[in-house]
């Protein structure tokens, strides 16, 4: 295993989750018995991240998708946060950190055109889901457009009048860190379908 990898991680993070939304529903002793064993292998896993030194995920964006996840609901990250997930995919590491700081107001407008992008035909995305490290090796299940459904959208994004100079940069940004991982082939573009 590369020291860039993680452990793979996303079927038993999937589990637990399987385990306390049905925990949720039901108090069941044999679930909860699953529940104690599965999180004692998560924490195994966490121990590797951290001493691979996986992550740079914040822990409120690992709480805070974790906790989307427990809701049963699938949001999509579309920011500087959804590059550590490339970075993951690609068995890279970005150089500079996202934010710690979750914008939702700049989230909750990237959603906005993304529906907007969809809706006129400019972008039938597909989505990637990965499993993401903060630097003590918590994970959370992170949704990110496929590659190259990322690409397309923040250059779309870039070409709309209500984004401000700092905003265009920040995309431009994102698709040559994306652009590169593909380009380094460290990231495969096949994730991706067009329609």
């Known amino acids: ?4 990898q993680g452990i793979d991680s996303t079927s ?3 589990e637990v989750l399987r385990v306390k939304q049905e925990l949720i529903e039901k108090d069941d002793p044999e679930m909860r018995q699953r529940l104690k064993s599965l999180t004692t292998v998560q924490e195994e896993y966490q121990r590797l991240n ?3 030194r996986l ?3 914040s822990e409120k964006m690992i709480a805070l998708l974790n906790d989307w996840e427990l809701a049963g609901e699938s949001r999509i990250v579309l920011g500087f946060e959804a590059q550590h997930a490339y970075a993951v995919m690609a068995g890279a590491r970005a150089k500079k950190s996202p934010s710690t700081i979750f914008n939702w107001h700049e989230h909750r407008e990237m959603e906005h055109l993304l529906r907007q992008a969809m809706d006129s035909g400019e972008l039938q995305p597909n989505v990637s889901d990965q499993v993401v490290f903060s630097r003590t090796g918590k994970m959370g299940l ?5 590659p190259l459904s990322f690409i397309k959208f923040k250059k779309w994004m870039a070409t709309q009048p209500q984004r401000s100079a700092r905003q265009i940069e920040q995309d431009k940004q994102q698709v040559e860190f994306v652009e ?3 380009t380094d082939g460290l990231l495969s573009a096949t994730y991706d379908i067009y329609y």
């Open 55 to 57: 992550g740079y995920v």
């Open 1 to 4: 295993m590369s020291s860039r």
């Open 180 to 182: 590169l991982l593909i």
């Open 142 to 146: 992170m949704h990110v457009l496929n």
């Open 50 to 52: 951290k001493a691979l």
């Open 12 to 14: 038993l993070f999937r």
